[in-house]
T-cell receptor
Framework: EDQVTQSPEALRLQEGESSSLNCSYTVSGLRGLFWYRQDPGKGPEFLFTLYSAGEEKEKERLKATLTKKESFLHITAPKPEDSATYLCAVQARPNSGGSNYKLTFGKGTLLTVNP | DTGVSQDPRHKITKRGQNVTFRCDPISEHNRLYWYRQTLGQGPEFLTYFQNEAQLEKSRLLSDRFSAERPKGSFSTLEIQRTEQGDSAMYLC????????????FGPGTRLTVT
């Protein structure tokens, strides 16, 4: 069964203090790893898709990287508006003859950036 | 692009009542998904449709839950005989294309069963 573990559960940073969030995963065959941002009371907002080990993607202050067992979301010089829950999810390759599009999510990391 | 919309945004019901939620995906997205999220947890997959065909259902989807996408556009999720354990955020998402394409989520429907 696919599993995603995110750490830490919560992270509190000062504005400008860079850090990283971790996502460890176990999946039979990775089709894609996804990062989402979720604000309180809202649906997840798509950030990145990573497909293979060694791949990196960037967007503003965020950079996502992928290895064969984990992904990191690096936050450089965060601002208070970066405060949110960051969710990691995996999509597995389907078994032969089947289809699989469901995402398996971790519990998320609650990031708080203080001014 | 108007995004995924869900209705209602909030629903309070008494235990034992039936409820129905609606999801309108991004136009031309052929896949539509339902997830459930409880406090402090990530979304959990319930079911998904490709066009009008329901292709996968989670073990979480008990007999009291049913989902439809009759014309391959909007979808409904019905919960019969609601229980307090059904209280959660119900999220809808849609995607297009083959392979690992991102899913775009709606704002969710918050269900409270009293």
């Amino acid at each position: 069964e696919d599993q995603v573990t995110q750490s830490p559960e919560a992270l509190r940073l000062q504005e400008g203090e860079s850090s990283s969030l971790n996502c460890s995963y176990t999946v039979s065959g990775l089709r894609g790893l996804f990062w989402y941002r979720q604000d309180p009371g809202k649906g997840p907002e798509f950030l990145f898709t990573l497909y293979s080990a060694g791949e990196e993607k960037e967007k503003e202050r965020l950079k996502a990287t992928l290895t064969k067992k984990e992904s990191f979301l690096h936050i450089t010089a965060p601002k208070p508006e970066d405060s949110a829950t960051y969710l990691c999810a995996v999509q597995a390759r389907p078994n032969s003859g089947g289809s699989n599009y469901k995402l398996t999510f971790g519990k998320g990391t609650l990031l708080t950036v203080n001014p | 692009d108007t995004g995924v919309s869900q209705d209602p945004r909030h629903k309070i019901t008494k235990r034992g009542q039936n409820v129905t939620f609606r999801c309108d995906p991004i136009s031309e997205h052929n896949r539509l998904y339902w997830y459930r999220q409880t406090l402090g947890q990530g979304p959990e997959f319930l079911t998904y449709f490709q066009n009008e065909a329901q292709l996968e259902k989670s073990r979480l989807l008990s007999d009291r839950f049913s989902a439809e996408r009759p014309k391959g556009s909007f979808s409904t999720l019905e919960i019969q005989r609601t229980e307090q354990g059904d209280s959660a955020m119900y999220l809808c998402a849609s995607s297009v294309g083959q392979g690992a394409y991102e899913q775009y989520f709606g704002p969710g429907t918050r269900l409270t069963v009293t």
